[in-house]
């Protein structure tokens, strides 16, 4: 007997039997695959609607509200400090030159009013429908139209070169160990989160502060985008301000190694 007439042969049941079972296998793996995803999806959403941006919504929310709560225990802060301090210079025994050096200290620390003629440079976002004012120059990309960490952080190092005393960023005065981020479109200072426009002030020498400003490379990267996308720039004298002290925690947090 022939080993060809027991071998199923092209068009056969037993050949269609033969090819079909690998596509049942296939179709019963896509279906567990499916039931999977629904079952992770519904685990995941608990009932709520997971398409919607209402999640994001909740976590804005809760960022302005440790926002404002640090805010309040700033204010909180200072108004303690300004108590020990009272409470201080009427107990100790110090000298009137340890009164003076330690009053020096703390100006040059930033954590008290510093008074003197000043500057505000602010800068803002691009209007959203901004298009190229000058020829050569790129459609704008949506990066192109908000203020960006570096841009920030260029401002305040050129004002600190022109030689500013004490600066003030939105309502904060910065000191020493002050950190200028921005996370999207926002900005994270000392615990507390800003939206543009945003506002830096200086107390100096207001020649000195412009002239900083203008020498900044920096700088001139970012009025290439303010003249070219409609960026926000400013600068005002403003004659003479008071800037705060710095109220907040002086202690310094880093990070530890799990024990």
Known sequence: MSNSAD??????????????????????????????????????????NIRTDASLLKLSDLIQERSRKNGELDESNAALRDQVEALAERD??????????LAA???????????????TVTLDDAPPNATAKLPGYPEPQPDYLVIH?????????????????GIKVMDQR??????????????????????????????GDPEKLQKALSESPAIQNYMV?????????KVEENGRVTLPGYSGTVDLHYAKPVE
């Open 7 to 48: 071998s199923p042969q092209p068009g056969s049941s037993a050949a269609r039997r033969g090819s079909f079972r690998p596509v049942r296998l296939l179709t019963v793996a896509v279906f567990a695959l499916a039931g999977l995803l629904f079952f992770t999806s519904f685990h995941t959403a608990k009932g709520t």
């Open 92 to 101: 100790d025994n110090s000298t009137r030159a340890e009164d003076e050096k």
């Open 105 to 119: 200290l703390e100006k040059s620390a930033g954590t008290q009013k510093l008074t003197g003629e000043a500057i």
């Open 149 to 165: 960490q570096q841009d920030l952080q260029a401002v305040v190092n050129a004002l600190w070169q022109g030689g500013a005393k």
């Open 174 to 203: 910065l000191i020493s160990t002050s950190a200028v981020r921005c996370v999207g479109n926002t900005l994270i200072l000392q615990g507390r989160v800003y939206s543009p426009p945003y506002k830096i002030q200086a107390v």
């Open 225 to 233: 985008y303010v003249n070219v996308y409609g960026l926000g720039w």
